[in-house]
Each structure stands twice: as structure tokens, then as C-alpha cells.
């Protein structure tokens, strides 16, 4: 009982401390905005660099981001901090005290409201963003964004609660978009709120250059991500130790977040885990390497690391889920694998390697049709152009 009262008073004293430093010093971060973003995180992820890509597109506009949450790793950090001014409220949110967050949330609210720069707040992935939003003086233009909707996903209350106080509602392809439309289909949601749904496609920064062949001498495979359920690693893993049972000259490799927990396993079906890798230079040298990188989602929206690998002639090799058949056209400049038994993905991408193992000519064509198809379609000019018009029309 003592031990429980101690802990909650460190907590008070923790919760007290980042909310005297957030009046102090971070609510004029927030009187000066024009926009004012809220994300959960700043750590390694796809959606993280997207948000990330966001801001970037905006540099010429006074840009305040708010982290509700905590981040894993500090991998995008320092990259927020230099192009926007960040406040980090989870470090009181976290406290859980109820007070001080009441207070917290009511002073929030009322600095925005009152800022006459901010023009426009704009939310994804976060819970807190939701909590505010009817809040906001409906003068703010109030966005937010989606990059994919799991079955059953747990965010449909939300999604249709806040379907009347948000101006435009972004998701980043035609497959996400359906989706949106089947909740609100479901839930009965006016037809009206139907016009206020955009499509801005995720972009990379791609420099030109000639397109070279692949080793394919040297075959190696790759998954690139975090270690988490949708993202179905284990798959991966099953498809490493059958293949190299057979062709032991093929490496496989790993890299991402999440993973040392699973490190036996990694290690036991002779996948090389070069760990997470922070550096994109150093990614883009990995990518270099690759013959295919190997997608095994559940869902999806689009995957970053497709782009990215896409952009260096790396064959993509996944799961046909969420908007991923929309840029990829089997046999051209990729492989589908159709979703469903977990044993039967596993023999569908081992048959579709092995069936391009035999031949180099075939590897080729698609490994350069991919290069073609991304450094054509996922130049970040596009996006970000599309983002600045849709959040400053002038």
C-alpha cells in the first residue's frame, strides 16, 4: 500500500514537471503555427517516415508536430525537431494522472483555438487527435489521415464519430478509400461526407540514375520491417528455411525493429539479421544487394520498403493486400501471392522463387520494370505538391 502511494506521487511529481515545462516553454511552439500536427510516434516505421515526408512538404510554413505517445526508438527525431517545432505531451499522458491531464487537454484546446496563425490541425494513428476534435472552432480546417483499415478494425467507432468534424479525411490509395466507404456504409454514414475523402499516394526522394542488373550470381532475399503480427515474419522465416534446405547458395536477410526477441528463431533457420538500420545510405546499400524483398502482410497500405526497393530493381515478392495490386501487375514488375492459409502462402512464394531462380532473363525484365515503374510513379514531388495544395489552397 505505502509502495503504491510512493509510485503514484513520483508519477504526480513526473506528470507535474512535463506540464510546467509544456506551459512554459511549449505553448508558444503552438501560438505561432500555422499547422499543427498530431502523431503518435517519431520512431522507426513506414507511416513514421510518411508523416516525416509531410512535414518536409510544408518547409516553408511554421509547422508545430505533437507526439501523444511513446516512441520505441528515436529514429526520426532529430529530423522533426529540424524541420518543425515539437512537443512531446506523452511524457505527461503517460503519468496517467487525471488531473493534470484534464488540465492538460483543456489548455490544449483552448491555445489553438485562440492562435490566430493556425490555419489547419491535422491527426493520424493517434487516439488523443480524436479526443480534442470537436473541440476545435470549426475556422480550423481539421484533416486527418489513413493509410490502411485492418479486418475488423478497431478504429471504426472512432472513424464514424469524427466523420462530422473533419473537413477532409486523406488515405494514400484506392484500396484504403474502399474501405473508408464499407464503414461508413456500414455504420449508415450520409452520402455527403463521401466527397471529403482524398487519395494522396506516398512518395520518396528517387535520384536518376542508369539502371543496373543484378548479381543474380548472388541471390539474397530480404524482409524489412518490424517484427509484428500483421507484418507475419514467421512467414518469412518458413520460407527461409525452405528454400535454403535446398539452395543453400541464397541468403536471406532481416532488418527492422522488434526482432531480438525472435533472434533464436532468425538464427536457428539461417537468416542473416543485420539489425535496425537507421542510416538510409546504409538501406540503400542493402537494397542495392537485394535480388527480392519479400512482403508477407496480412494488410497493408502500401509499403514504403516496396518503394524503396523498387527504386534500386529489387523484385518485390508479396502478399496481394490492401493497395499493393495497384502498382504491382504480376509478372511485369512483381509477384502476387494471394492471401489466405499461412501453409499455402509459404509454398506459393517458394514456388514463385523458385520458378524465377531458373531463369536470369525473367529476373531481369521484372527487376528492371520495377526500377522503371518506381522511379516514374513514387517521386515525393508529386506528393508533395498534393499535400501542399490540399492543405494550403491559395
Not at 510546467?20 to 522507426?44: E, G, Q, S
Not at 464514424?160 to 486523406?170: A, G, H, L, N, Q
Not at 520498403?305 to 523484385?315: L, P, S, T
Not at 524465377?356 to 510513379?377: I, P, R, T
Request: hydrophobic share 40%; net charge positive.
Amino acid at each position: 500500500m505505502v509502495k503504491s502511494k510512493i509510485k503514484n506521487l513520483v508519477y504526480f511529481l513526473y506528470a507535474l514537471f512535463y506540464f510546467v515545462f509544456f506551459i512554459l516553454f511549449d505553448l508558444k511552439k503552438i501560438k505561432k503555427a500555422d499547422i499543427i500536427f498530431f502523431f503518435p510516434y517519431y520512431h522507426t516505421g513506414g507511416a513514421e517516415r510518411v508523416h516525416l515526408n509531410i512535414v518536409k512538404a510544408l518547409c516553408n510554413k511554421n509547422i508545430c508536430v505533437i507526439f501523444t505517445n511513446n516512441s520505441a526508438t528515436k529514429n526520426f527525431r532529430t529530423q522533426f525537431y529540424e524541420h518543425s517545432n515539437c512537443i512531446e505531451i506523452n511524457k505527461i499522458l503517460n503519468k496517467k494522472n487525471i488531473f493534470i491531464n484534464a488540465i492538460l487537454k483543456k489548455i490544449l484546446v483552448r491555445s489553438i483555438n485562440k492562435a490566430e496563425s493556425v490555419e489547419t490541425i491535422f491527426g493520424c494513428n493517434t487516439h488523443y487527435f480524436y479526443e480534442i476534435l470537436s473541440k476545435i472552432n470549426t475556422s480550423i480546417t481539421r484533416i486527418d489521415l489513413f493509410h490502411a483499415f485492418s479486418h475488423s478494425d478497431s478504429r471504426e467507432t472512432e472513424v464514424v464519430e469524427s466523420v462530422c468534424y473533419i473537413d477532409k479525411r486523406i488515405v494514400i490509395n484506392n484500396s484504403t478509400k474502399k474501405d473508408l466507404l464499407k464503414i461508413y456504409n456500414k455504420y449508415h454514414v450520409s452520402s455527403r461526407f463521401f466527397n471529403n475523402v482524398y487519395i494522396i499516394q506516398n512518395g520518396i526522394d528517387i535520384i536518376s540514375q542508369r539502371f543496373a542488373i543484378k548479381d543474380f550470381q548472388k541471390i539474397k532475399l530480404a524482409f524489412v520491417g518490424r517484427w509484428s503480427e500483421e507484418k507475419r515474419p514467421e512467414i518469412f522465416i518458413e520460407i527461409a528455411k525452405q528454400i535454403i534446405s535446398r539452395h543453400d547458395s541464397i541468403e536471406f536477410i532481416m532488418v527492422g525493429t522488434g526482432m531480438k526477441s525472435n533472434i533464436g528463431n532468425i538464427n536457428d533457420a539461417g537468416v542473416n539479421f543485420l539489425g535496425e538500420i537507421t542510416n538510409y545510405n546504409e538501406l540503400e546499400e542493402v537494397y542495392n544487394q537485394l535480388t527480392f524483398i519479400l512482403i508477407t502482410s496480412e494488410y497493408e497500405g502500401f509499403p514504403m520498403v516496396i518503394m524503396e526497393a523498387m527504386a534500386k530493381g529489387v523484385i518485390p515478392i508479396t502478399t496481394n493486400v490492401g493497395g499493393i495490386s495497384e502498382h504491382i501487375i504480376n509478372n511485369q514488375n512483381g509477384i502476387l501471392v494471394s492471401d489466405g492459409d499461412k501453409e499455402k502462402i509459404v509454398s506459393d512464394f517458394i514456388n514463385s522463387i523458385e520458378k524465377l531462380l531458373l531463369s536470369k532473363e525473367q529476373m531481369n525484365v521484372l527487376s528492371k520494370n520495377a526500377y522503371q515503374y518506381a522511379h516514374l510513379n513514387f517521386q515525393i514531388k508529386n506528393f508533395n505538391d498534393s499535400y501542399f495544395k490540399l492543405l494550403f489552397k491559395e
